[in-house]
């Protein structure tokens, strides 16, 4: 196994790294958990210019860091292809600084690729899917290069399922999981 800074989930051997932000990091936690081939989704901050920064920090906007998951998959069972579908099909990614509700650059959508492999398939993707008209306005994720993450506080891990009977997670959460759920159920764990 490779040995990572804290700041990054640890990357078993054959498997590669993926960061994604699209809104708030409990309801993509929440998705990210259940794909099979997905293993250790931490969520915390990437992209900002703060060191070790802290939620109420990041919720402020003004660390430039977004609220992301970050975990390890393999390319064998689920490509990088796939989770971008997932990603895209899971949120709004035509709504700058926005995901329902909640406000900000710290909930824009982002694909921080850690590879020019992956930084090729993202931009690609986003292009033809542009272009396919699948969205009424243009997709505004923002595909830049990993610089930092930075494991959100524990009680923010495992949100979902630890806490899914709050009404943030039976009214926002749930029903996001559900769909993902019946869209996706060829790609989840057993």
Not at 89 to 101: E, F, I, K, V
Not at 116 to 134: F, N, T
Request: proline residues 4%; contains cysteine.
């Amino acid at each position: 196994m490779n040995e990572l800074p804290k700041t990054q989930v640890n990357i078993p051997e054959g498997m590669e790294l993926a960061t994604l932000g699209s809104g708030c990091f409990w309801c993509i936690e929440a998705i990210y958990q259940d794909l099979d081939g997905v293993e250790a989704v931490k969520s915390g901050y990437s992209g900002g210019h703060i060191a070790n920064p802290s939620y109420r920090q990041v919720t402020s906007g003004t660390t430039g860091h977004a609220e992301v998951i970050q975990f390890a998959f393999d390319p064998k069972i689920i490509t990088f292809e796939e989770i971008l579908e997932i990603f895209w099909s899971t949120h709004d990614p035509t709504t700058l600084n926005r995901q329902g509700a909640d406000v900000g650059p710290q909930y824009r959508s982002a694909v921080f690729y850690h590879s020019d492999q992956q930084r090729e398939i993202a931009a690609l993707y986003k292009q033809k899917l542009d272009e396919s008209g699948a969205f009424d306005n243009k997709i505004v994720t923002e595909i830049t290069a990993f610089s930092n993450f930075y494991v959100a506080e524990d009680y923010h891990q495992n949100y979902f399922n630890d806490n899914g009977m709050q009404p943030y997670c039976q009214i926002v959460i749930k029903p996001k999981v559900e769909k993902f759920k019946q869209v996706f159920a060829d790609k989840l764990k057993n």
